[in-house]
């Protein structure tokens, strides 16, 4: 016997009320290989002929559908993360060259270098490794600064010599 909710009504009525979902089970296949091409929800929505917001209560009631998601959208990530490993390290391709000589038209293969970009090379071992690329260096400062709260301008010439001494360096503290 199906368990009854507050109102008094069986669980398969309270399932039954609103519109019927238009989710069918192919749909999480189609979806999963949208998702390998590089789909988005919205792109999905608009495949599947439905507002973005079914496409993420489908996400979270249809576990197969959310699965599928899942690994299409992994593929997808992985084929961009070895793109950008190449343009970091530069790659050779197979190309392509048309041209015409008297009147007749020649086509001939060569390979074609495109070069490390080193924009590339940082950023993808800024997130690999952190602790070695990271941007921002962090400073430990220790000691013992006295200052008689009496006399300011003893505190802002305290200030003014620090100053000069990074500007020296070429440091800021900022």
Not at 133 to 150: F, I, L, S, Y
Request: some cysteine; aromatic content about 8%; glycine content about 4%.
């Amino acid at each position: 016997m199906e368990r009854d909710d507050d109102n008094g009504q069986s669980t398969d009525e309270v399932k039954r009320r609103g519109r019927p979902t238009l989710y069918r089970a192919e749909m999480a296949e189609q979806a999963r290989k949208l998702c390998e091409l590089g789909a988005t929800d919205f792109e999905l929505a608009d495949f599947f002929d439905v507002d973005v917001r079914t496409i993420h209560r489908w996400k979270h009631s249809q576990p197969e559908f959310a699965a599928a998601l899942r690994v299409g959208k992994d593929i997808a990530d992985d084929r961009v993360e070895r793109a950008y490993y190449n343009r970091a390290i530069g790659y050779s391709y197979v190309a392509e060259k048309i041209f015409q000589h008297q009147g007749k038209v020649l086509r001939a293969d060569y390979v074609e270098h495109m070069p490390p970009d080193s924009s590339a090379a940082f950023n993808w071992l800024r997130n690999r490794r952190p602790e070695q690329w990271r941007d921002r260096q962090e400073r430990h400062v220790t000691g013992h600064v006295a200052v008689d709260p009496e006399d300011p301008e003893a505190a802002r010439a305290i200030i003014r010599r620090h100053e000069a001494r990074m500007a020296e360096r070429g440091e800021s503290d900022t």
